[in-house]
């Protein structure tokens, strides 16, 4: 499959870059902080090949997106989510890893009319216990000026159990995305900025039907399948654990993934 061409969406203080491609019901495929919206590489052509429009963005202040944004996190990027989808032609599903998988929730709870339905990979829709003593060293090691170095070598550990077959030459896109000043700056803001309790305030008005993937190494939790399982329950939803997968499923074991949202897909949307 060819490389779509990058295009833009226009928001009030910068623009949001994201690609499409295929025919079908929308989806809308969300990376997490300090992800690339290449991230979805290896599913976009498994959901375009089902019969999907895909559209895969990049976070504000991420990759091929502005930097001028002065703030982030999940209320913001749920901004951006549903600013794409009206431009888009609603409704969509929405596919969120980590910190969009919060955004999604948001969207749907404040513009249900936008969304067919939600999958959630990786979740984080609320905040995870917090040690003060770590939350200062993270916020150190998150700081602009060292931040591509430290996240390049924090990012296998993210990538717990199998890892993409192209891990390396992936990992050094980031790792270069992220020395760009401007880009290591946004980062870092997101990083200090973030905060799940908009998300997890939203849970209670999710009408959308859902469904939660979960890598069962997912190092940003300690009991992986308790917080899917958790997650599901709030909203009804499927669950579905990944073995050998850390935060990232859908580059990890992108068939299993696809095989998972297109079951999903099917109950949802008429492809």
Do not use: C
């Not at 994201?18 to 992800?35: F, I």
């Not at 990083?191 to 305030?201: F, K, L, M, V």
């Not at 069962?216 to 329950?233: C, H, L, N, V, Y």
């Not at 499927?238 to 859908?250: D, F, K, L, N």
């Amino acid at each position: 499959m060819t490389t779509p061409p990058t295009q833009f969406l226009t928001r009030p203080e910068g623009r949001i870059a994201y690609d499409l491609q295929g025919t079908g019901p929308l989806l809308v495929l969300v990376p997490g902080m300090g992800e690339l919206r290449s991230t979805y590489r290896f599913l976009t052509p498994l959901l375009v090949a089902a019969g999907y429009t895909v559209a895969t963005t990049d976070l504000r202040g991420h990759g091929e997106s502005d930097t001028s944004f002065s703030s982030y996190g999940d209320p913001e990027t749920a901004s951006d989510i549903a600013a794409l989808i009206e431009k888009l032609g609603a409704p969509a599903t929405i596919v969120g890893n980590s910190l969009a998988a919060g955004a999604a929730v948001i969207v749907d709870a404040t513009h249900p009319e936008l969304v067919d339905g939600l999958v959630l990979v990786g979740p984080f829709v609320r905040n995870p216990p917090s040690n003060p003593v770590m939350l200062v060293l993270f916020r150190a090691m998150m700081a602009p000026l060292w931040i591509a170095p430290v996240w390049k070598s924090y990012m296998p550990t993210l990538y717990a159990g199998t890892k993409p077959t192209d891990f390396d030459e992936y990992r050094t896109a980031v790792f270069e995305s992220l020395r760009r000043p401007a880009y290591g700056r946004a980062f870092s803001l997101t990083t200090r900025q973030t905060n799940h309790d908009p998300a997890e305030a939203a849970l209670k008005d999710v009408t959308a039907p859902a469904l939660v993937i979960m890598g069962d190494r997912d190092p940003d939790f300690k009991d992986p399948a308790a917080e899917a399982q958790w997650i599901g329950e709030a909203l009804g939803a499927e669950v579905v654990m990944v073995a050998e997968a850390g935060h990232y499923p859908q580059s990890q074991h992108p068939q299993v993934t696809a095989d998972a949202v297109i079951g999903f897909l099917s109950s949802v949307t008429s492809a």
